[in-house]
């Protein structure tokens, strides 16, 4: 047997076992990309809600209006009320002024009965369209000067103590002018009545970082888990399909994640900041306000992940999905204009009932056109498996 014989063997059992390994790599690492993205969305999913919820003026303030309906809210922020008026003026001397001389001494015990029924006049003023547009002014201020200040500049909290406040005086006004108490009680007030610190000025140099942070992440981790989720199919030669729909399964799971980290992220919230059952309510329905958008990224990323296990599911070999493709054929191959018709309408309905903001139309965008793509692959596959017609035989 000549040299070139016996080295036969061995230079083909060389490719084959580098062929080995690559199956072998191939066969693993997109599990460890889709596991990686799926990991990279949850953090994902939270820096979007944070970029949306806290650094959106818009946002901000249509989150302040939904809060005041809530009767737990109002109940709160009418109690806060009273209690500045109450401990920034003398109340019982100012009624003692307007009474008649010989009953002059019945302004303080008057003051102190009247509080009751002072928060529950405030918490009906709050109802009322005039009261509720000054929250949200007050609310969309406050939120300016803050973003302001992370913009860099400096000399917009001069007047507040370096601090980021909401300001309620307008409201405090308000209530004066509509309980009869008037002007008289204005005067009086110190600067500082009426004024909730958002956030001290030696924690703004952390927020800024923060912001930095959340900024620059906000597009890449988005792009991030598209890329791994696009090199994980890529990869899995033979085995696309399959890591399509675990692409779909993950994005679904990170949704659900999502949906329970605020449930239960908000009663760990709820349970830390009081025991008082009282102020609990109205916390739980803060955060409830406050993290609606939140639950919108949740639902949404459940959706948009159904959506693609489904689709994924249908160009798969089980015998349910062969008998879907067989009874839609004909309607999917000889009759594309029904199909994206169908396909449009399907996503205009998604897009218009489905839970949305400024922002959600980028991902909606890129679902479309991956739906539009995924329908075109579906109806070559169909088309080769069921509408295929034999050559005459001669």
């Known amino acids: 047997m000549s040299i070139a014989s016996k080295s036969a063997p061995q230079a083909f059992a060389e490719p084959a076992e580098k062929t080995a390994a690559a199956a072998g790599w191939r066969h693993w690492v997109p599990w460890v990309l889709i596991v990686l993205a ?31 309906e809530h009767d737990e809210i109002r109940g ?32 303080p015990p008057l003051a102190a009965a009247l509080e009751p029924a002072l928060v529950r006049t405030t918490d009906a003023l709050l109802g009322r369209p005039r009261v509720q547009q ?26 507040t103590d370096g601090n980021v406040v909401l300001d309620l005086r307008p409201l405090l006004a308000e ?3 509509r ?38 992440l906000s597009y890449l981790l988005s792009f991030l888990v598209l890329a791994l989720f696009v090199a994980a199919v890529w990869i899995a030669r033979g085995r696309r399909r399959k890591m399509i729909l675990a692409a779909g399964f993950g994005t679904l799971i990170v949704g659900l994640l999502v949906l329970v980290a605020r449930r239960f992220g908000g009663n760990y919230i709820v349970d830390a900041l009081t025991t008082n059952p009282d102020a609990k309510s109205s916390i739980s329905a803060t955060w409830a306000v406050g993290t609606e958008l939140l639950r919108n990224v949740g639902i949404n990323l459940v959706v948009y992940g159904s959506l693609i296990a489904l689709g994924a599911w249908v160009a798969g070999p089980s015998r349910p999905a062969t008998a879907m493709r067989r009874w839609s054929a004909p309607t999917l191959s000889d009759r594309p204009v029904v199909v ?31 739906a539009f793509i995924g329908v075109e692959v579906l109806r070559r596959q169909t088309r080769r498996e069921f509408m295929t017609r034999p050559s005459p035989t001669p």
């Open 38 to 68: 799926c990991v990279i969305g949850l953090v994902s999913a939270l820096n979007v809600w944070v970029k949306r919820q806290a650094l959106s003026t818009d946002n901000w303030t249509s989150a302040s209006a939904n809060l005041l």
């Open 76 to 107: 709160a922020l009418s109690a806060y009320l009273v209690d500045q008026l109450y401990e920034n003026t003398d109340v019982g001397a100012a009624l003692s002024q307007r009474l008649p001389e010989q009953t002059k001494q019945l302004g």
């Open 134 to 159: 000054l929250w949200e002014n007050a609310n969309r201020k406050a939120h300016q000067l803050f973003m302001a200040v992370l913009n860099g500049d400096h000399g917009a909290l001069q007047t």
């Open 175 to 177: 209530l004066e002018a």
């Open 179 to 216: 309980t009869g108490l008037g002007g008289r009680l204005q005067e009086h007030l110190p600067p500082d009545a009426g004024k909730i610190v958002v956030m001290q000025g030696n924690q703004l140099d952390v927020a800024r970082k923060t912001v930095k942070t959340i900024r620059a």
């Open 340 to 370: 994206y018709g169908v396909l449009s309408a399907a996503l205009l309905v998604l897009l218009l009932s489905g839970p949305t903001d400024g922002q959600r139309i980028y991902p909606l965008l890129l679902l479309f056109v991956f």
